[in-house]
Antibody, heavy 118, light 107 residues
Framework: QVQLQESGPGQVKPSQTLSLSCTVS??????????WSWIRQYPGKGLEWIAY???????YYNPSLKSRVTISVDASDTQFSLRLSSVTAADTAVYYC??????????WGQGTLVAVSS | EIVLTQSPDFQSVTPGEKVTITCRAS??????LHWYQQKPDQSPRLLIK???QSFSGVPSRFSGSGSGTEFTLTINSLEAEDAATYYC?????????FGGGTKVEIK
């Protein structure tokens, strides 16, 4: 069973780039038929899909974030990453990595809180 | 972008009662609607896929129905462990979108 774990800084300064990694255990990114995803949750509930990537091929981005987001698979094939540039306070959220398969987000990491603050 | 509107925002329910949560889509999404449960300080958990298909390991008291633009999540005979926020999600077209959530509290 695949498990996911997010990692990265808990605080980022405004205008800087947020960088997060998701470590995949129990499988490798290229071995399955999954999309590897990032989703965030704002304080007080709302969920927003950010991006996903399939097997280190073409990424798919939420148009609302596309100009600032990059998703990529690391050479290790057991980590994938998110970079979000020019962050503001509005980017403060819990960031989740998740697997997307057959229409739904099946497996989620525990999430990591990122606060944008000077 | 497809907008999902959930109702109600909040529901306080006695154990043993039935809970019904509605999710309305801004356009026809067929059956591409999924439901998640999120307990406090936990990640969301998939409950129902494609409107009515129960995901592995989900108790049978959870069921889903609907198609097109109106969908329902039903919890029959609510248990204390069902206290959580419930979200709908559509995968009909990008970008994926989620409903605003319905918080279920146990009386």
């Amino acid at each position: 069973q695949v498990q996911l774990q997010e990692s990265g800084p808990g605080q980022v300064k405004p205008s800087q780039t947020l960088s997060l990694s998701c470590t995949v255990s129990g499988g490798s990114i290229s071995s399955g038929d999954l999309y590897w995803s990032w989703i965030r949750q704002y304080p007080g509930k709302g969920l927003e899909w950010i991006a996903y990537i399939y097997n280190n091929e073409r990424p798919y981005y939420n148009p609302s974030l596309k100009s600032r987001v990059t998703i990529s698979v690391d050479a290790s094939d057991t980590q994938f990453s998110l970079r979000l540039s020019s962050v503001t306070a509005a980017d403060t959220a819990v960031y989740y990595c998740a697997t997307y398969d057959d229409g739904a987000f099946h497996i989620w990491g525990q999430g990591t809180l990122v606060a944008v603050s000077s | 972008e497809i907008v999902l509107t959930q109702s109600p925002d909040f529901q306080s329910v006695t154990p043993g009662e039935k809970v019904t949560i509605t999710c309305r889509a801004s356009q026809n999404i067929g059956f591409t609607l999924h439901w998640y449960q999120q307990k406090p300080d936990q990640s969301p958990r998939l409950l129902i896929k494609f409107a009515s298909q129960s995901f592995s390991g989900v108790p049978s008291r959870f069921s889903g129905s609907g198609s097109g633009t109106e969908f329902t999540l039903t919890i029959n005979s609510l248990e204390a462990e069902d206290a959580a926020t419930y979200y709908c999600h559509q995968s009909s077209s990008l970008p994926h979108s989620f409903g605003g959530g319905t918080k279920v509290e146990i009386k």
